[in-house]
DNA sequence: ACAACATATGAGTATATGTTCATATGTTCA
DNA sequence: TGAACATATGAACATATACTCATATGTTGT
């Protein structure tokens, strides 16, 4: 019992699997760090806001009932990730959803908790 | 520049939106806390490992290098997520996973590294 | 250039979390 | 029942991380 199967790992469902390959470990690693991204409460709900609107920095820190610094932070996060990006308004820095994976992910996010709860 | 518009917050998107109704603060939560799950490494590399194929944790910590308690406390967290669900076999306990949302959140977090490698 | 505003950033701190070690629980077979 | 195996669990420790405070950077209008 001690064989060690290493390397590829071929997807072995036929139907319905959405993933064809099976991906190697470092972008697993990436996947983790993408996830890690939306799994924080405060980051999570920026982009919920921005998925309505784009927002300045201000207005969110307001929606959030958050001191600014806080948000800056998280935005600056979510920007390393290309999940939102930023245009200058003048004064203001204007952030808005970088990718339409965000609201797939999202999505899917909703419909596993929906599942759950029944 | 105080005007606080909290409640309800429509998603003024027409077409290509998922999300009919934006959702409320403490589904907000609930959602961070399940993509928390999916924003570890370990975690998510027992995911990839059981997308092939369901397996015991014997075999799941040979396949990731790992000692058998960490694999054992990160099942926990997957299973009480309801991502994952055991059944005995003898003396093992064999893992499966037990959503299929768990595979359609893995492909968009990849199509969105994808999308960002170029 | 200066004042007022908007955002970004670094240091510090408190909390959360993942792994290890030791041990408990549970199962099979003699 | 007892030994061997497989997994689960609790405590302890080290690391990661989110927020706050103070301050720097950047923009506009006078």
């Not at 983790?32 to 998925?51: C, H, P, Q, Y």
């Not at 339409?100 to 999505?107: E, L, Q, Y």
Request: net charge negative; aromatic share 6%.
């Amino acid at each position: 019992m001690n064989d060690k199967e290493n390397g590829a790992i071929p997807c072995e469902q036929d139907d319905g699997c959405v993933i064809s390959e099976l991906p190697d470990t470092e972008t697993l690693y990436d996947l983790a760090e993408l996830f890690k991204v939306f799994g924080d409460s405060t980051r999570i709900r920026i982009l919920a806001a921005l998925m309505g609107k784009e927002m300045c920095v201000y207005h969110l820190s307001q929606e959030l009932e958050m001191g600014q610094s806080a948000i800056s932070h998280q935005l600056r996060v979510l920007r390393s990730s290309g999940l939102v990006k930023a245009t200058r308004n003048g004064k203001e820095m204007v952030y808005s959803l970088d990718d339409d994976h965000v609201k797939t992910i999202f999505a899917q996010g909703l419909e596993h908790i929906e599942h759950k709860k029944n």
